[in-house]
């Protein structure tokens, strides 16, 4: 019933405003998005760049070219980073201090666990935001600018719209997504302050012995908000440290904020397991498309190669490459992440493979694909044009559920020392770290990294499984159906 008004109100707006009015309300406000965060999108794509280029081998001829296009995309990130954003941390600022009345420094005075969430809302609200004018635009297009008045995209779109289940995993995988893209915004502090170079970096703080105003070095301050087990140091989650800095998730053992910890590896593990599935799924749909449209020997051969890569073991495949690999350009990558995707690519697309193949053997019998035959079309055409299509559903099933394996296997892997080296932050290794106080006062070390690598993983199963059954004409989903299982498809 919610539904059916709140199309009937949209039909009454599309009704009382011309289309071409509707195109331009909706084109500005996408505008107004972007320009409001125009210096980050900038920063982020050049620093991204930057860091690309600069693990380029450079040979002979290249490498004047090279550190041109390295110092060209710096100088860009760096003009793009004094561009002001609304979501900067100088717009809504957490860190301050205490004079003995007010705190001075945070947003309109706050204390900073208030401007921390008020920061936090408001990206989450700019990506929420962001999505709904995406989704507008689809509406918009799919009312008002699409030949067809229907498509069977339509059913899966509302097929999935009532699937609770993908609507849980949807919203989990969002806001995981949102945290890795905004992470230095939403960390308390930043991650060059707080663990890279904490001894450059000074904070002032209200000194209640001596009743002023003192500064000391971040560094400093970490060894005096160490989190080991139950003694007094120890900053629990939600709470202010002795120099006004404000915890959600507590302290490391070494003193640094978990929380900043914990966005900064949300960035690492997306990066890494979007590069690894990306490269799984383009082997992977490759040849499902060659060996499907071709059959016999080629087939066969597919069948046999990727029963061969099966067949190895993975674990010890990542500790021989981790080991002759030591030390070259690809393993200094994000610190090992490069060479860890190559890896989870080179030994996962077989699985994505055995999936895809199916499909497409069915898809390779329509009628359709023997008349593109006869009509001379030639099979890259025909596999791009008619069969790859048909099978984006399932592709977009499987990666979303081999995302949530990646992210898992990475801190698994770092929880026993074979994944991203440190000191880059990673959600295994903190698991890792304060497994030892688990029993004590310091259990959130374990326990909060744990529960986000489960929650996320999960989500990323639920919106499979939420594709999957939009997909299928036989789900119960448009009935309210909900998927009675988070892991296959």
Do not use: C
Request: net charge neutral; aromatic share 12%; proline share 4%.
């Amino acid at each position: 019933m919610a539904g059916t008004t709140a199309d009937e109100a949209e039909s009454r707006w599309s009704m009382a405003v011309p289309s071409d009015w509707r195109v331009l309300a909706w084109s500005s406000a996408g505008f107004l998005l972007v320009a409001v965060q125009a210096g980050a999108l900038g920063e982020f794509v050049f620093g991204f760049l930057a860091d690309a280029l600069a693990f380029v081998p450079a040979v002979g001829p290249l490498d004047p070219v090279l550190s041109r296009l390295v110092g060209a995309a710096k100088t860009a990130d760096a003009a793009a980073a004094e561009v002001p954003t609304l979501l900067s941390r100088a717009v809504f600022p957490n860190e301050g201090y205490w004079n003995g009345e007010r705190w001075v420094g945070t947003f309109m005075g706050f204390r900073p666990g208030i401007a921390w969430a008020v920061r936090v809302l408001a990206v989450y609200v700019y990506a929420f935001g962001f999505a709904a004018w995406a989704f507008v635009g689809y509406r918009l297009y799919r009312r008002h600018y699409r030949t067809a008045r229907w498509t069977p995209r339509d059913d899966m779109v509302d097929r999935f719209r009532s699937h609770g289940w993908g609507k849980f995993g949807l919203v989990v995988v969002f806001m995981f997504v949102v945290m890795a893209v905004f992470a230095p915004t939403l960390g308390p502090t930043t991650v060059d302050q707080n663990m890279r170079n904490s001894y450059t970096h000074e904070i002032d703080y209200w000194n209640a012995d001596t009743g002023q105003v003192e500064t000391i070095t971040v560094g400093e301050a970490n060894l005096n908000t160490q989190s080991r087990g139950d003694n007094p140091q120890t900053v629990m989650p939600f709470q202010t440290d002795q120099y006004g800095r404000y915890h959600p998730f507590g302290t490391l053992p070494n003193g640094r904020d978990l929380f900043t910890f914990i966005v900064a590896g949300s960035r690492i593990s997306l990066l890494i397991g979007l590069l690894a599935v990306g490269l799984s799924a383009f082997l992977a749909t490759s040849l499902a498309l060659v060996a499907a449209y071709y059959k016999g020997r080629v087939d066969l051969g597919l069948v046999l190669t990727s029963d061969s890569v099966m067949a190895m073991p993975q674990l010890l495949l990542l500790i021989m490459l981790t080991s002759v690999l030591a030390g070259t350009w690809i393993d200094g990558i994000y610190s090992g992440g490069f060479l860890l995707a190559l890896i989870f690519a080179f030994t996962g697309w077989t699985y994505m493979w055995r999936s895809l193949r199916g499909p497409a053997l069915q898809l390779s019998e329509r009628q359709w694909i023997d008349a593109a035959r006869s009509y001379g079309q030639t099979p890259r055409k025909i596999m791009r044009k008619h069969m790859l299509p048909y099978i984006t559903g399932y592709l977009l099933i499987y990666g979303s559920m081999t995302l949530g394996g990646a992210i898992i296997s990475i801190a698994g892997l770092s929880y026993l020392g074979l994944g991203v080296s440190a000191p880059t932050p990673e959600w295994g290794r903190a698991i890792e770290i304060g497994q030892e106080y688990v029993n004590t006062g310091s259990w959130h070390i374990s326990l909060i990294p744990g529960v986000l690598i489960t929650v996320v993983v999960t989500g990323f199963n639920a919106l499979g499984d939420g594709i999957r059954d939009a997909i299928d004409p036989q789900s119960d989903a448009a009935d309210g159906g909900v998927a009675s299982t988070g892991g296959g498809a």
